[in-house]
């Protein structure tokens, strides 16, 4: 199977956690949904089509937990009234606007995320991404969870990747929980720090979400398991999300 590889960066991010409520809680990396509407963005494809359209999607994601600041916003709840038709020179703005109804939450951001992303999909989307990662070309602009925060994406290589048999492996990407089995002595005496997340894998065109369990290492090092799910790709041990 070939894998493009490439890396998703930006200056901030914000993956908003499902069970965020009055505070918006981010992802530390992005979800696979999130990742899949990344390459829809590169692609042209319109909201909520990758989903359905680039299925299966194989995709492995490494990085390291970045740092986080929470940021106030100020949220609108209601749309700016609309200016009237004939304006006159010496109306005044209060007269013609209404009061706005707002809000303001804390949201935490991320600061400088950068992850590894290795993906396969259907043809023929496969060979044009790769033709727009190398040409730095995409339909609209990639973002990092929300439009304002605007995404980079360096194209990296691109090879074949092959299934490899049951066993122990160190895998460098982050691996779904249940397709592995911890090596808790080898991550004992490596001091790995070893975090465990609940993040969105797959959505419906009506938004209906299933999710999955993770485990990925704090630093971004490879963490030791037993799987029958590992693929090696130019040296490196992957596990898709």
């Known amino acids: 199977m070939k894998l493009i590889s490439f890396r998703l960066s930006g200056r901030f991010g914000h993956f908003l956690r499902a069970e965020a409520a009055a505070s918006a809680l981010t992802y530390p990396v992005p979800p696979r949904t999130a990742i899949l509407g990344v390459i829809g963005a590169l692609l042209g494809l319109q909201k909520d089509q990758p989903q359905s359209l680039l299925e299966p999607a194989f995709i492995a994601l490494e990085g390291r937990l970045p740092q986080t600041h929470w940021h106030k916003v100020k949220l609108r709840k209601d749309p700016p009234e609309l200016l009237p038709k004939v304006i006159k020179r010496n109306q005044k703005a209060e007269k013609a606007t209404k009061a706005e109804k707002a809000t303001l939450i804390w949201q935490e951001w991320l600061f400088e995320p950068s992850y590894t992303v290795w993906a396969s999909i259907p043809e023929p989307y496969l060979s044009d991404m790769e033709q727009r990662l190398i040409e730095k070309r995409w339909h609209f602009q990639p973002c990092l969870g929300l439009s304002e925060m605007m995404a ?45 997340l609940r993040m969105p894998r797959t959505v419906s065109p009506d938004r209906i979400f299933v999710h999955a369990s993770y485990f990925m290492e704090r630093d971004g090092r490879s963490i030791p398991v037993q799987t029958d799910h590992a693929y090696k790709y130019n040296g490196r041990i992957l596990v898709f999300l």
């Open 152 to 196: 980079e994406l360096e194209y990296l290589e691109s090879d074949e990747s092959s299934p490899m048999p049951a066993g122990h492996y160190n895998v460098n990407s982050i691996i779904p929980q249940e397709c592995c089995t911890l090596d808790m002595d080898k991550i004992f005496d490596d001091n790995l720090v070893i975090h465990h």
